[in-house]
């Protein structure tokens, strides 16, 4: 296959050069001979010495894209020795992909290594077949959680207990994602104890973040709040993954009083501006222009006067402008407000300009 491969990008390559050289050959042998004209002492006409000219042009061409054609030849007759480094390359990677059990890539890198043999054919044969032995134990997994869910669905209370020690062993991760997955779907308060168990940190953190996602969703669909559990685990952590999760579910959930006490107490920049986007995308864009009052930091401000505008909220950008003493922030609002349409906004502008 490599071979043929290394004729085709050859075929490639060469035709159109040999081709240039056929055609300036033949160009310079149909061309008219200007010395036995001279000879004679008569005077070659004007098209009789373009012709020759072109002659001499395209033979010179011949002789350049000639030396161009050997040095591509040499080049192409070199692709058939990058096998081997192609083969490292796909070789290191599958290791890597073993590494993070990524199983069905890892099958794909090793089987793209056996079929061309040399050094790396009998090691990369070796994790191909290690590799389907993982795929044939998650799909042992997989019947597990099915059987697991099936007695959740009818024996709850012999189903938590296994769960816990799921979430708890050595199972992989993604089997651990989809048990926490099968408690958010569950309405049993024992199932959300668990959940919620794991959304304060009896996991790995991985873990914790996406128990807190389940939590919001759970919560939601089930009509409870969950804004108190989440207001705990973010105030008792320092992990910015944790926030930021805690901070989407809030938003997902519409939840502008959580939003808001972030927005106000928050200590680290990154989260506060976080806050207060997510405050206008919960629809609570009015709650910020007290914000933006008693706050003194000039990004927090710029920050709620975007976020107002995304939104279109040209009442509480009109009450900003209305209120505001720093010129250059004044102007920034107004500049905002001569794109929208509505009559807030209009009516703001023709107040200007009495």
């Known amino acids: 296959m490599r071979k043929v491969q290394t004729i085709m990008i050859q075929s490639r390559i060469l035709t159109p ?55 591509y030849a040499q080049a192409a007759g070199q692709y058939g020795k990058l096998g081997p480094t192609l083969n490292d390359v796909y070789y ?46 998650r799909d042992e997994e997989d019947l597990k959680l099915m059987a697991i869910n099936g007695l959740m669905q009818s024996d709850s209370e012999r189903a938590i207990p296994l769960f816990e020690n799921m979430l708890k062993g050595a199972q992989s991760p993604k089997m651990k994602e989809r048990a926490l997955f099968v408690l958010a779907e569950s309405s049993v308060p024992k199932a959300q104890q668990l959940l919620e168990q794991v959304a304060r940190g009896g996991g790995n953190p991985d873990l914790q973040v996406k128990a807190i996602t389940y939590v919001g969703v759970a919560r939601r669909k ?48 990154e989260f506060r501006l976080d806050a207060i986007r997510f405050v206008g995308s919960s629809g609570g864009g009015d709650a910020l222009v007290p914000i ?51 009559k807030e906004a209009t009516d703001y502008l023709m107040e200007i300009l009495k």
Request: aromatic share 8%.
């Open 92 to 137: 290191e990677n599958g290791q890597r992909l073993l590494d993070g059990r990524h199983w069905d890539q890892a099958l794909e890198a090793f089987s793209t290594v056996t079929p061309h043999g040399g050094s790396r054919a009998d090691g990369a044969l070796y994790w191909k077949a290690y590799t389907l032995n993982k795929l044939g134990r």
């Open 292 to 342: 933006y009052a008693s706050d003194q930091d000039r990004q927090v401000k710029q920050t709620i006067v975007e976020t107002l505008f995304a939104h279109g909220n040209a009442k509480a950008l009109v009450d900003l402008a209305r209120s505001e003493k720093d010129p250059e922030m004044k102007k920034t609002i107004v500049r905002f407000l001569s794109t929208m349409k509505g």
């Open 17 to 71: 050069i040999c081709g240039l050289v056929l055609t300036a050959t033949l160009a310079l042998a149909q061309a008219p001979a200007a010395a036995p004209m001279a000879s004679f002492g008569v005077s070659a006409p004007d098209w009789f010495n373009d012709r020759v000219g072109e002659s001499m042009a395209y033979a010179q061409a011949a002789s350049h894209y000639g030396q161009m054609a050997a040095q």
């Open 222 to 269: 089930q009509g409870a709040g969950n804004g108190q559990l989440l207001s705990e685990i973010y105030a008792s952590t320092n992990d910015a993954n944790v926030k930021r999760a805690i901070l989407s579910a809030y938003m997902a959930n519409r939840d502008t009083e959580h939003l808001l006490q972030v927005a106000k107490t928050e200590k680290t920049p």
